[in-house]
């Protein structure tokens, strides 16, 4: 049996973990493989922009009702 | 997923954080200023300040510098010589005999000179009684909490869970993330919550840093016993001809300076920047061992042994160095975020302030389980996401 609640697929659900991974694997390679310069600085962009992620996340939270009626939701095993 | 797998994989992240979380915890915080070790550094060294002299003023003979060397201190071994490409300083490490040393190795002590000058700016006292300095106590505590070999092997495998907690966590995101959007952070209903989406999500973003940073940090554990392996075969191979052989008296070294030449001759494209002396450990008895690396950012962190036969001053061999000493080389930059300038280095230090984060809200996440009245609710949503109604109990 299937839960009957919207769920995200894989595609939807990896795709900002796949990108941060991705960016991040960039960042960490590029200084060391490049020759200084450009790379260096592409390095520091891509590594920063996981924790601007992590910022503006923290920062932009889920509204409150929207919240409220997902877990009500699910505790009544009844979801949308 | 099934259920039961997905409540196997979650008892594998649960106790493989909580076996290794108050040891990262220690990790990261000594790891903090580590990341800056070489600032520190030279913030807290009180040597005397390096003679004015232009960039490209030549630097003095090591001849003289171990000449210099050994009239400071009459009976006692060179152990080797550092050469910085960074400043211009050399660095020559002593002890009193190489029994002694071998015996224990807080008895050596180093001398610092001036490169073009050769005055001497600094001297330690011997290892053991100069006390450790803020940077050796944090080294220590970062790599084997002051237990020596038995603490690296230690530390490595905490290293080691930490990789399972990571790749666990991966696992059990996915259920819990199934019906939220990325980034969601849930602050309406309980703190447990609040924490259980700023935990998810810290951890995922930081996912391929932690990944690397602990798997190059259970590689760097592993260099004593990779050094010692490769001193038991590749480098015993090498030195077995000589085997029995007598091995040359003090008087008889050739001129460390023009085994350094020879060496710089035969590899032009290579930096030169150690000499290990005849008979330390970490050497040959029967030859000077010159250290060479690249000059590319990765080729620079490739060393390659260069053996001088010590009588004649002749080049014997340079060694190929094995792929696992390769791969240690490779994964040190990895570790210690240093390969990239100021920027990195302070990338490196905000992510290892939001993996103390992660560390936090998962050992928040487990304290708090049975004083919430959600936590009961939220295992129960936890199963719903994974697979059938929420019917049934755990």
New interface residues.
């Given amino acids: 049996?299937?839960?009957s609640?919207?769920?995200?697929g894989?595609g939807k659900?990896?795709?900002?973990?796949a990108t941060?991974?991705?960016l991040?694997?960039f960042?960490?390679l590029s200084?060391?493989?490049?020759?200084?310069g450009l790379w260096?600085v592409l390095?520091?962009i891509a590594?920063?922009i996981?924790?601007v992620?992590?910022v503006?996340?923290?920062q932009?939270?889920?509204r409150?009702v929207v919240?409220?009626m997902?877990?009500t939701q699910?505790?009544n095993?009844s979801?949308p | 997923m099934t259920r039961a797998a997905l409540r196997r994989w979650f008892w594998v992240h649960k106790w493989a954080s909580l076996i290794c979380t108050a040891f990262l915890l220690i990790i990261c915080i000594t790891g903090l200023p580590l990341i800056f070790r070489d600032e520190i550094g030279n913030w807290l060294d009180d040597s005397l300040p390096y003679a004015a002299a232009a960039e490209d003023a030549p630097a003095i003979s090591l001849d003289r510098i171990a000449a210099t060397a050994r009239r400071m201190y009459p009976g006692q071994v060179i152990g080797n010589m550092f050469i910085d490409d960074d400043e211009p300083k050399i660095m020559v490490a002593m002890a009193p005999s190489w029994a002694a040393y071998n015996a224990d190795r807080a008895s050596a002590h180093w001398i610092k000179f001036d490169a073009h000058t050769g005055a001497v700016l600094k001297q330690s006292k011997s290892f053991g009684s100069d006390g450790h300095s803020f940077l050796d106590i944090m080294l220590s505590l970062h790599r084997d909490l002051f237990a020596g070999l038995a603490g690296e092997l230690f530390m490595g495998l905490m290293a080691l869970l930490f990789i399972i907690a990571i790749v666990s966590g991966v696992v059990v995101?996915?259920p819990f993330?199934?019906?939220?959007?990325?980034?969601?952070?849930?602050?309406?209903?309980s703190s447990r919550?609040k924490w259980l989406d700023?935990h998810n999500?810290?951890g995922?973003?930081?996912?391929?840093?932690m990944l690397?940073v602990g798997t190059t940090g259970v590689i760097n554990e592993l260099s004593t016993p990779l050094f010692g392996l490769w001193q038991m075969t590749d480098v015993k191979a090498l030195l077995a001809p000589l085997h029995g052989k007598p091995v040359p008296a003090e008087s008889e070294l050739s001129s460390p300076q023009a085994a350094f030449d020879t060496v710089k001759a035969a590899l032009p494209d290579m930096t030169a920047n150690s000499v290990v002396f005849p008979g330390s450990p970490f050497g040959s008895p029967y030859h000077y061992l010159v250290w060479t690396k690249g000059r590319?950012?990765?080729t620079a962190r490739l060393f390659s042994p260069v053996l001088v036969d010590a009588r004649s001053g002749k080049l014997v061999s340079i060694v190929k160095m094995p792929w696992y000493l390769r791969g240690l080389e490779v994964s040190r930059?990895?570790h210690f975020g240093d390969?990239?300038?100021m920027?990195?280095k302070i990338?490196w230090a905000?992510?290892d302030l939001?993996t103390i984060a992660v560390l936090g809200s998962g050992l928040y996440l487990w304290t708090s389980r049975r004083t919430s009245p959600l936590a009961e609710?939220e295992a129960?949503?936890v199963a719903?996401?994974a697979?059938?109604?929420?019917?049934g109990s755990r």
């Fill in positions: 049996m299937k839960s609640a919207i769920r995200h894989p659900l990896w795709r900002w973990p941060l991974a991705i991040t694997t960042g960490l200084a060391l493989l490049g020759q200084g260096w390095s520091w590594l920063a996981p924790l992620v992590a503006v996340c923290f932009r939270q889920q409150p919240a409220a997902k877990i699910t505790l095993g979801g | 995101y996915a993330m199934r019906r939220l959007d990325f980034g969601t952070v849930r602050t309406d209903r919550l700023l999500l810290t995922i973003i930081l996912l391929a840093w690397v590319q950012p990765l930059p990895l390969y990239g300038g920027p990195l990338v905000l992510f939001v609710a129960e949503l719903s996401h697979a059938g109604p929420v019917a």
